[in-house]
C-alpha cells in the first residue's frame, strides 16, 4: 500500500517511538478490511516497537486501536486513515508511543485538568482538509487524558452510520453519544468548549497586556506578512485573531502562489505559523474582535475591544479580518446547513456518493466543485445567475465533457426545501421567462464568492457600499493610525499573494507613521 519513499520517511518517523506500541485490529472479510491489515503490517514491520494484534472484537469493522502496551493509552480509527489523515495515524503512532506532542504546557495543563468522562466520535472524510485538525485534537487529548476516549470514524466506510445520524458535512463530532460540535477545531477551542472558565480566564490575562505598537487584527496571509513586517522593525506586536489561517485554512490546491507550483492551505498556514512564531508576536488565537474605538486625537491608542469582553490597545491598527463564504440568503438555506446545505465540496462531497447535488455558481470555485463532485456523485446541477459561466475556458471545457453534469445559465436560486431533517429539493427563477422550476436532489453546494467581515467596523472606519474597507495607496484608512489589507479591503482581486503583499505594505505604512508621530503626541499617548 505504501511506496518506497513513504515507507523510508515513515520508518524515520516511528524511530522516535519511546514507549512500545500494539495496533488491535479488528476486521471482516470485505475488501476494505483486508486493505486495513495490510497497512497495519506494513507499518509494525518498520519497527521493532510495533506489534499487530487481531481481536476482531469492536462492532465497527474495519478498525484499529492504537495502544501503549500494557496501559489504557489509546486510540481508535475504523476505516483506513490514508489521503489526507495519514498524518493523523503517523501522529497518534508518535503520541502514543511516548513521542511529547508540540503543544504549549499551558494548553497541556488544562486537557489533563478536564473532569469528567468523555467519548469522542469524530467523523472524516478522506478528502476534507479540515478533518485533521480534529482527528488530531481528540487523539491528542486522549492520549494525555485516561478519561478522554476518541475514535475517528471515516464517513465513506461507515454510510449506513453516516446517514443514520444525519451526518451530511464533515467534520462532524459527537460527545457521549450526542452532537457536540461541526467544522474545524483545535485543541485550545474543544477545551474552551469543555472547560467554561477558560475564555474568562483569557480575557482576564487579554486585558492585563501593555499597549502594543502594531496590533494586527485577523491571522490570514494579509495579518501574517504584516506581524512579521513589523516584529523585523523590532516594534511590540500582537496578533488578535479568531483561527490563525482563516480561509486558507480551507483552501484545497494552492498553484498560483508565485515560486511554489503546488501546495495546500492547511500545509501553507503551518509554514505562516511557524514564520511568525520565528519573531517577538505576541499571538492571541481564538479571539474575534467586536469593536474598534479609533483615538480621540493624533497619536492616541486606539482600543479593540474582544468579544471575550477584553480590550487590548494598541498606538496602531493593521485591520485584516479576511472574508467568508456568501450565503445564497433564500429560505431554507440556514434551516438545511450541514443538512445537504454545504459549503465545502472537498470535505462534504463524499458523504454525497451516488446521490443528486447542485453546485451554486458558475465562476472558477463552481465549475471546479462541479468538476470533482461528479467523479463521486451521481449527477450534477451547475446554477449559474448569470447568462454565461464566468470559469476559466479550461475548465469549462472540462465540464463540457462530463456526461453527469448539468448547467443552467440566467437562473436564480429561491428556496432549498427539506422534508425537517434534510434537503430534498431546490427552487429557481429562470430569469429569462420569469418561471420557477423545482430540482429534487440530496445536496447544495454554494460557491458564490466571499463576502468581507467587517460588519463590527461600520461606527469605526469608512467602508465601500460593499462592506469592503477603504484604504489609499498605502493602506491607511480614514483613520489616522489604522491600516487594512487583504479580502476586507477594496483592493480588488481577492488572491491569498496579493494579500501578503498588502500586508507587508501597510505594516511598513504603519511603522512609517510610527516613526514620523511627533515625540510629544508619542509620549503623551
Request: net charge negative; with cysteine; charged share 25%.
Amino acid at each position: 500500500m505504501l511506496d518506497n519513499n513513504l515507507k523510508t520517511q515513515l520508518k524515520g518517523y516511528l524511530a522516535n517511538i519511546r514507549q512500545p506500541i500494539e495496533l488491535v485490529a479488528s476486521a471482516d472479510d470485505r475488501a476494505k478490511s483486508r486493505e486495513m491489515l495490510e497497512l497495519l503490517d506494513e507499518i509494525a514491520a518498520l519497527s521493532d516497537q510495533v506489534s499487530v494484534i487481531r481481536a476482531d472484537d469492536d462492532q465497527r469493522r474495519p478498525s484499529f486501536l492504537i495502544r501503549r502496551v500494557g496501559t489504557d493509552v489509546a486510540v481508535r480509527f475504523a476505516g483506513v486513515p490514508l489521503g489526507h489523515e495519514f498524518t493523523s495515524l503517523v501522529l497518534a503512532l508518535l503520541q502514543v508511543g511516548g513521542h511529547p506532542p508540540k503543544l504549549s504546557q499551558e494548553v497541556i495543563d488544562q486537557v489533563q485538568a478536564l473532569d469528567g468522562d468523555y467519548q469522542f466520535e469524530s467523523y472524516f472524510s478522506l478528502t476534507c482538509q479540515n478533518c485533521p485538525d480534529v482527528v488530531q485534537a481528540l487523539n491528542l487529548m486522549s492520549v494525555l487524558n485516561p478519561r478522554i476516549r476518541h475514535v475517528a470514524i471515516e464517513g465513506g466506510a461507515f454510510q449506513q452510520e453516516v446517514e443514520a445520524r444525519q451526518i451530511m458535512s464533515v467534520p462532524a463530532i459527537f460527545l457521549n453519544g450526542e452532537p457536540f460540535a461541526q467544522g474545524r477545531m483545535d485543541v485550545e477551542q474543544i477545551v474552551a468548549k469543555l472547560d467554561t472558565g477558560a475564555s474568562a480566564r483569557a480575557a482576564e490575562k487579554i486585558a492585563a497586556k501593555e499597549p502594543f505598537e502594531v496590533l494586527v487584527v485577523g491571522g490570514g496571509p494579509a495579518g501574517a506578512a504584516a506581524a512579521i513586517y513589523s516584529a523585523r522593525k523590532g516594534i511590540r506586536t500582537g496578533i488578535a485573531t479568531e483561527r490563525f489561517g482563516g480561509q486558507v485554512l480551507d483552501t484545497m490546491a494552492i498553484e498560483n502562489f508565485i515560486s511554489v507550483s503546488h501546495t495546500e492551505g492547511p500545509k501553507l498556514v503551518a509554514q505562516l505559523e511557524q514564520h511568525v512564531g520565528d519573531y517577538d508576536v505576541d499571538v492571541m488565537n481564538l479571539q474575534k474582535a467586536a469593536k474598534l474605538v479609533p483615538a480621540a486625537r493624533e497619536g492616541g491608542l486606539h482600543e479593540v475591544t474582544l468579544e471575550s469582553g477584553a480590550t487590548l490597545k494598541a498606538r496602531t491598527v493593521i485591520l485584516s479580518t479576511g472574508a467568508r463564504w456568501r450565503q445564497m440568503n433564500v429560505p431554507g438555506e440556514d434551516q438545511y446547513r450541514n443538512k445537504g446545505v454545504t459549503y465545502c465540496p472537498h470535505c462534504d462531497g463524499p458523504l454525497f456518493k451516488g446521490k443528486r447535488v447542485a453546485v451554486i455558481g458558475g465562476g472558477n470555485s463552481g465549475v471546479e466543485a462541479a468538476i470533482d463532485l461528479a467523479g463521486i456523485v451521481a449527477h450534477v446541477t451547475l446554477i449559474e445567475y448569470d447568462r454565461d459561466l464566468r470559469a476559466d475556458a479550461v475548465l469549462q471545457r472540462k465540464l463540457a465533457s462530463l456526461p453527469n453534469v448539468k448547467v443552467i445559465t440566467s437562473a436564480l436560486t429561491t428556496e432549498v426545501k427539506g422534508d425537517g431533517s434534510k434537503v430534498v429539493a431546490l427552487t429557481y427563477k429562470d430569469r429569462n421567462h420569469d418561471t420557477l422550476h423545482e430540482i429534487e436532489l440530496e445536496g447544495i453546494f454554494v460557491q458564490i464568492g466571499l463576502v468581507p467581515n467587517t460588519e463590527w467596523l461600520r461606527d469605526a472606519v469608512a467602508l465601500s457600499t460593499r462592506g469592503e474597507i477603504e484604504i489609499d495607496h498605502r493602506g491607511e484608512t480614514s483613520q489616522p493610525g489604522i491600516f487594512a489589507a487583504g479580502d476586507c479591503t477594496t483592493v480588488p482581486y481577492k488572491q491569498i499573494v496579493i494579500a501578503m503583499g498588502e500586508g507587508s505594505k501597510a505594516s511598513l505604512s504603519a511603522f512609517d507613521y510610527l516613526i514620523r508621530l511627533p515625540a510629544d503626541l508619542a509620549e503623551a499617548a
